[in-house]
């Protein structure tokens, strides 16, 4: 299995130096359909934080929506997320189907 290097890119996010500690679990609170984002609870479902997140499907051409990606995401299932310059992005990667 790979590793973060000091700079690893996902389409236009870039992420420096480690995020071991920064991770967190969250859980889909509504099925996505258009766009790059997902509505979830942080930590616990369904009575943690909500927070919007960001996820990135490689490669991005022409543009997919996550409701066309996999792996599909759906209520209650988990993903793992780290927050960086106050925004909220799925450290899960997805593709187009």
């Not at 130096?17 to 369904?46: F, H, N, Q």
């Not at 409701?67 to 593709?95: E, R, S």
């Amino acid at each position: 299995m790979g590793s973060l290097s000091s700079t690893t890119v996902f389409e236009d996010l870039i992420i420096n130096g480690s995020i071991g500690g920064a991770t967190r679990v969250a859980y889909v609170k509504t099925t996505p359909t258009t766009g790059s984002t997902v509505e979830v609870y942080l930590d616990t479902d369904p009575t943690g934080e909500e927070a919007t997140v960001t996820c990135s499907v490689i490669p991005n051409t022409p543009a997919t929506d996550l409701q066309d990606a996999t792996p599909t995401l759906a209520d209650g299932d988990q993903i793992f997320v780290v927050k960086m310059n106050d925004i909220w992005y799925c450290a899960n990667l997805f593709h187009p189907t």
